[in-house]
């Protein structure tokens, strides 16, 4: 069996903490995803998925708990390292693609490279490769705004892998999408996720989609339970 790329041990988070409207959103949550696995967090909304994703992420810290990643404890760690481990280990996608608008799909995907300290011509490569890898390389010169939703979802997608991460965390990736653009588009994401071999957590309130991952789990009351 391969050795977890992400661990979470009883996640606790609470927003408003001490206060009469003290909202506890996770409750000891426990999750561990190994190299090469695609896991479905399926939860409505409201009930703490981007929460945990961003603390999977490095973007918000746990009240209580622990956070590994690749065996590493993320306690204690400075403001630089966590940095340099959420650009260069963990790739992000969300709901909205968040795509600058005065750069062209395929800029969009080199930007990112380039402020990892890579050339301009690898970083092309890579944006070509990833576009093409996700059906829309034709489109590597068009600006957001003349994509349609679901290519710049795609596009969204590519720029999360373009410095090679370890772990992939989407947040309803697909959610902003009609039904038979969504579908096109998860399969594109699978593909992608599954070519490069990378481990992915991905929130979904739909089952259909779930069902395509690996695992299923559910949150429920601040925990995570297989489906």
Avoid at 30 to 40: M, N, S, Y
Avoid at 74 to 84: C, I, K
Avoid at 122 to 128: E, N, T
Avoid at 168 to 193: H, I, K, M, R, Y
Wanted: a neutral charge; one cysteine or more; hydrophobic letters at 40%.
């Amino acid at each position: 069996m391969s050795d977890p790329v992400l661990r979470l041990s009883d996640i606790h988070m609470a927003y408003n903490r001490g206060q009469p409207n003290e909202i506890n959103v996770l409750r000891g949550a426990d999750l561990t995803v190994r190299a090469g696995e695609i896991v479905a967090l399926v939860a409505p909304s409201g009930a703490g998925k981007s929460t945990l994703l961003h603390i999977a992420g490095l973007l918000d810290t746990p009240d209580k708990g622990k956070v590994e990643i690749e065996g590493e404890d993320m306690a204690g760690l400075s403001d630089r390292r966590r940095t340099v481990l959420r650009r260069d280990g963990v790739g992000f996608v969300y709901q909205f693609h968040h795509l600058l608008p005065e750069f062209t799909a395929q800029e969009n995907i080199v930007l990112p490279q380039l402020a990892n300290g890579a050339s301009r011509a690898d970083a092309d490569a890579r944006a070509l490769l990833l576009l093409k890898s996700v059906g829309i390389a034709p489109r590597a010169s068009h600006r957001p705004a003349a994509l349609s939703g679901g290519e710049q979802q795609r596009v969204a997608f590519c720029r999360a892998m373009a410095n090679t991460p370890r772990l992939l965390l989407a947040d309803e990736p697909t959610g902003n999408l009609d039904p038979d653009t969504s579908d096109q588009v998860f399969g594109a994401l699978l593909a992608l996720v599954r070519g490069t071999g990378l481990s992915a957590v991905i929130a979904t309130h739909n089952l259909d989609l779930a069902g395509r991952m690996d695992r299923q789990l559910r949150l429920d009351q601040g925990v995570l339970r297989t489906l």
